[in-house]
């Protein structure tokens, strides 16, 4: 298990912070072997910081991270695979040489490299650019390749900050679809995102950070148990004031009318849309990640 504990970090202030900015102010969570935690938060919300902290390349002022029980030092992180937010390519070099470069430096033989690289290039899509210069890729084969870099020596744990950013639905399948093989086969994956749809649909776990601390940590039925369900009315045409009293808000679409309440009486609810007009749907919904994020971060 990958297990980041109570992390810290306050950065130098500026003339505008001369204290100082707390960017981590108590981070925790864990990951399981086969897991995949989507890590999300508003800007500035302290992903990035707690990434590089587990990745070494920043020093918390507090705190402890370990995987499977030890804290992690350089040779545990060379076992891990990331993908940094600030992207790490040799722009000149060509692709290829480029990812069985990385697996030469993070200690695999020469053909081992070779056939790693062949397959991830293989099931990445971009076999056929083997020998561009990564400067030539459009954004998103350069972010192929930076996940194939994050891949080529079959890392225990990955850690990616934002992968699915900027991606067309065709690339985001590509990277989801591989992320998921080596989950199942047991790696813990984290990855940062703002786009919670995708994490909704592709995680386990779900944490949300705001203002460096966790507001909520969990799988994504254990934070949909923690909000109330809501009730969706459309009712089409309805006499005016039909919703007059009941909690929740109704907006007005032509002449649908759509009423959301998570508090009012259902069957009173049903029993004043039938007498006011057409009952369209009536079903109680769970919230979705993003209504269970804004809720979190406000
Ligand atoms: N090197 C630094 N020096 C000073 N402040 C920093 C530094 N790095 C990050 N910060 C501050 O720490 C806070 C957390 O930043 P971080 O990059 O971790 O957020 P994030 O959640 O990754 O945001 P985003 O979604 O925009 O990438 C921010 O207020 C940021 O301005």
């Not at 925790?28 to 990434?51: D, I, L, W």
């Not at 076999?127 to 972010?143: I, K, M, P, T, Y």
Request: proline residues 5%; hydrophobic residues 40%; contains cysteine.
């Amino acid at each position: 298990m990958l297990e980041i504990s109570e992390l810290r970090k306050r950065f130098a202030g500026g003339p505008d912070a001369p204290g100082g900015k707390v960017a981590l102010d108590g981070v925790g969570f864990s990951v399981r072997p086969g897991e995949m935690y989507g890590f999300v938060g508003a800007n500035g919300a302290g992903k990035t910081t707690t990434m590089r902290i587990v990745m070494g390349v920043l020093q918390a002022d507090s705190g402890s991270v370990s995987w499977q029980g030890r804290p992690l030092d350089y040779d545990a992180r060379r076992r891990f695979g990331y993908m940094p937010e600030e992207r790490g390519l040799y722009q000149k070099m060509r692709v290829a040489e480029q990812i069985e470069y990385f697996g030469r430096l993070h200690g695999l033989s020469a053909p081992a490299a070779h056939k790693a690289t062949e397959e991830l290039m293989e099931r990445l899509g971009v076999a056929e650019r083997r020998n561009e210069a990564v400067q030539a890729l459009s954004l998103g084969n350069q972010q192929r390749v930076q996940l194939a870099v994050a891949l080529v020596h079959d890392p225990e744990v990955l850690v990616l900050d934002e992968p699915f950013s900027g991606l067309d639905p065709i690339a985001v399948d590509a990277l989801a679809g591989t992320l998921q093989e080596r989950c199942r086969g047991g790696v813990p994956v984290i990855f940062s995102s703002h786009q919670l749809d995708l994490v909704e649909r592709l995680c386990d776990a779900v944490g949300i950070v705001a203002r460096g601390r966790m507001v909520a940590s969990g799988t994504v039925a254990e934070l949909r148990a923690a909000e109330s369900d809501t009730l969706r009315v459309v009712v089409r045409d309805p006499a005016p004031g039909w919703a007059d009293g009941l909690p929740g808000t109704v907006t007005v679409n032509g002449d649908r009318h759509v009423l959301r309440t998570t508090s009012a009486d259902d069957q009173e609810v049903l029993r004043r849309a039938i007498k006011a007009g057409r009952v369209e749907h009536f079903g109680v919904e769970q919230p979705t990640l993003t209504e269970i994020f804004k809720e979190a971060v406000a």
